[in-house]
């Protein structure tokens, strides 16, 4: 069975820096690229970030380049994203997410599998 | 960045009822786009990936297809567990960017 657990959400000051990880298990990370989604309170989806198989190409919401990074650990089956400068607007569910492997394009593939997220709550 | 239009923004309708979602690329994404199904508290579920193909296990009453950047969900004859948030998504170019959502609601 296919799983993505997220951890490393919580409440944090505006300015102060947060990492999460992504654990994975039921297949073999090293062939997927993967990505960060999140969702606001009542809001819709926000793509956030994506890396591809090998972590040599990677991607960002206007909303996060220069303050969030996304990395990967093949030996470790791990996803990571480290924010910083975290703002107000960040505050949000952070899912994990595998890519699909049918029909994709050349840049990536649609969100085939969703971990069930970590809160992440900036807040002074 | 690609900018993707949803609409309409919420839906009534019926048991039974065809019903219709579109979805708007600001530029061309060629067939790059998915659909997906979101109920409260769940994460999203992918129900059709490159336009019109249809994910494994999800019911034939739903189809996908594309005219330009016009990209249309249609639901053949809602049944009950239809009743959810619906998004598109491009995966053409990054940033991947989703519609803003349709939520279907029971009339």
């Known amino acids: 069975e296919v799983q993505l657990v997220e951890s490393g959400g919580g409440l944090v000051q505006p300015g102060r820096s947060l990492r999460l990880s992504c654990g994975v298990s039921?297949?073999?990370?090293?062939?997927?690229?993967m990505h960060w989604v999140r969702q606001a309170p009542g809001k819709g989806p926000e793509w956030v970030s994506g890396?591809?198989?090998?972590?040599?190409?990677?991607g960002y919401a206007d909303s996060v380049k220069g303050r969030f990074t996304i990395s990967r650990d093949n030996a470790k089956n791990s996803l990571y994203l480290q924010m910083n400068s975290l703002r107000a607007e960040d505050t949000a569910l952070y899912y994990c997410?595998?890519?699909?492997?049918?029909?994709?394009?050349?840049?990536?593939?649609?969100?085939?599998?969703w971990g069930r997220g970590t809160l992440v709550t900036v807040s002074s | 960045d690609i900018q993707m239009t949803q609409s309409p923004s919420t839906l009534s309708a019926s048991i039974g009822d065809r019903v219709t979602i579109t979805c708007r690329a600001s530029?061309?994404?060629?067939?790059?786009l998915a659909w997906y199904q979101q109920k409260p508290g769940k994460a999203p579920k992918v129900l059709i990936y490159?336009?019109?193909n249809l994910e494994s296990g999800v019911p034939s009453r739903f189809s996908g297809s594309e005219s330009g950047t016009e990209f249309t969900l249609t639901i053949s004859s809602l049944q009950p567990d239809d009743f959810a948030t619906y998004y598109c998504?491009?995966?053409?170019?990054?940033?991947?960017?989703f519609g803003q959502g349709t939520k279907l609601e029971i009339k």
């Open positions: 998504q491009q995966y053409n170019s990054y940033p991947f960017t």
């Open positions: 890396i591809s198989w090998s972590g040599g190409r990677m």
């Open positions: 997410v595998k890519e699909g492997s049918h029909d994709c394009s050349p840049t990536g593939c649609y969100s085939h599998l």
């Open positions: 490159k336009a019109s």
């Open positions: 039921g297949f073999t990370f090293r062939d997927y690229a």
């Open positions: 530029q061309s994404i060629s067939t790059w």
